[in-house]
């Protein structure tokens, strides 16, 4: 149905779309704020694992892809990328075990993981080839996730590093989406800061999330003798609600446009005021906020499985009702092709996933 409207007929619903404008400015926006900011970036792919997206980052001057496991990182080599960072400790025998035999494969190949402990280092020891695993130490806050919690715990885990066969060390790494305030970002990243003077390897990298703080990030690292790579993922499709609320572009000029949207039909108007809409859980996320009604006096009630009930007057049973979404890393993965729109919703490419 390449060029033909979704509302043509050609296009089943409930369906997940993609604007293509939006997407692209996306895109472009990223590149350039980290660009002037003298950063890079390797795109979170866990979002999207979308090679056409992944292609798009990649043409806009992307470092790199992230991952959060070796499977993702299978996946997204596939596409053909080049330098591939999972911001996750690895210690399947299996992943690493691909990763290894790709190395020896490919000389120009680079993968980089995380490390937080003197067992994580000697697992991926034990699994390296011709090449050692290139490895950066990843520090933590109280209350938070992975990552060394005390600048003691780093150098221990850093000087283990250097002295094991098969390991090389690469930089830092750090995760500040889990923090609530500017300043308690600032002071976690006081300690990457740190944490980086201690790394004894010529060009360091120190690499954080910045999806919710890049502003922030951009401020405070702008004079750190490091390679900094920001591992922003949601910022390609932006969202109606949770990133809406959260994105640094609040705080400073410029914008993301959310590109998600969801259109479905009402199934049945079983009350005054309640109507039943084929889209459910499985169609669109529901774990950091629900859909957002782009009909106004549209209230969703609750989601299940496959409907989802809102109140509102005067719909009937084959209304299209469409919704903007809340969370892209949890929306992506519920389709296997989407549909690529304009600004007139004509169809003018397809996005696929490989989850």
């Excluded at 950066?136 to 250097?162: F, I, K, P, S, Y």
């Excluded at 950091?288 to 496959?306: A, F, N, S, W, Y």
């Excluded at 209304?319 to 600004?343: E, M, N, Q, Y």
Aim: net charge negative; glycine share 12%.
């Amino acid at each position: 149905m390449l060029g033909q409207s979704i509302f043509d007929g050609g296009l089943g619903f409930p369906a997940m779309v993609v604007h293509q404008d939006a997407l692209e400015h996306n895109v472009a926006t990223m590149a350039a704020f980290v660009r002037d900011h003298g950063m890079e970036l390797a795109p979170h792919a866990k979002t999207h694992m979308s090679p056409e997206i992944a292609a798009l980052q990649l043409e806009a001057g992307a470092w790199g892809l992230t991952v959060a496991t070796t499977r993702q990182a299978q996946v997204v080599r596939g596409f053909g990328v080049g330098r591939i960072m999972v911001a996750n400790q690895v210690v399947d025998p299996v992943g690493l075990a691909w990763a290894a035999a790709e190395l020896e494969r490919d000389p120009d190949f680079e993968f980089l993981s995380f490390v937080d402990s003197i067992a994580g280092v000697d697992q991926l020891a034990r699994h390296a080839g011709a090449r050692p695993f290139q490895v950066l130490v990843e520090v933590g806050h109280d209350g938070g996730r992975a990552g060394c919690r005390t600048l003691a715990g780093v150098l221990e885990v850093a000087a283990h590093v250097q002295a094991t066969p098969g390991v090389e060390p690469a930089g830092i790494a750090g995760y500040e989406g889990g923090l609530t305030t500017g300043d308690e970002v600032r002071k976690y990243l006081d300690s990457l800061q740190e944490a980086i003077e201690y790394v004894r390897v010529k060009n360091p990298i120190l690499t954080v999330g910045g999806s919710q703080w890049f502003d922030v990030i951009g401020r405070e690292l702008v004079a750190t003798q490091a390679r900094i790579l920001l591992r922003s993922g949601a910022y390609v499709s932006h969202d109606d609600g949770y990133y809406r609320e959260r994105t640094p572009f609040n705080r400073m000029e410029g914008e993301l446009r959310p590109a998600l949207e969801v259109w479905a039909h009402v199934l049945s108007t079983p009350e005054p005021g309640l109507a039943i809409v084929g889209m459910g859980k499985r169609d669109a996320p529901y774990d950091e906020g629900l859909p957002i009604p782009r009909r106004g006096g549209v209230t969703i009630m609750k989601m299940q499985d496959q409907h989802t009930i809102v109140r509102a007057d005067g719909l009937k049973p084959g209304d299209l009702l469409a919704f903007g979404i809340s969370h892209p890393c949890t929306a992506f993965d519920k389709w296997r092709v989407l549909p690529l729109v304009d600004r007139d919703y004509r169809v003018v490419g397809t996005i696929s996933t490989n989850f």
